[in-house]
């Protein structure tokens, strides 16, 4: 079976790299080894080095996983994209207001 590579710009890699390093000292801030972070991650040590590195070809299960295991981490996964300014900024242009009020109905017993 021919098995294809997560694909990514390099852009994004240097996010992930960037996140990877980060996670790492946040286990190694911690006193953590590679195997007790695994091991609470419900992961494998060589899943860990991936996310370490990085690696887009990782779940991001996994990584939310490893963030959990280092003391509730994953709670910053909610600020991913919180603030979605430029989203807002498309809706708003697609938000175009009426040439006039809408017609009211009468109602029958008036």
Do not use: C, F
């Not at 190694?28 to 007790?36: G, H, K, M, T």
Request: proline fraction near 4%; hydrophobic fraction near 40%.
């Amino acid at each position: 079976m021919n098995q294809r590579g997560t694909v990514v710009m390099p852009s994004t890699q240097k996010i992930l790299s960037q996140m990877g390093e980060q996670i790492k000292l946040a286990r190694l801030r911690r006193s953590l080894s590679a195997e007790l972070t695994a091991e609470r991650a419900g992961i494998s040590r060589a899943t860990l080095w991936s996310i370490e590195k990085g690696s887009p070809s990782v779940a991001i299960g996994a990584y939310a996983a490893v963030l959990h295991a280092l003391n509730y981490l994953d709670r910053d996964l909610l600020l991913v994209a919180k603030d979605d300014e430029l989203g807002r900024k498309l809706q708003d242009l697609q938000i175009l207001p009426g040439k006039r009020a809408p017609r009211q109905r009468k109602l029958k017993d008036e």
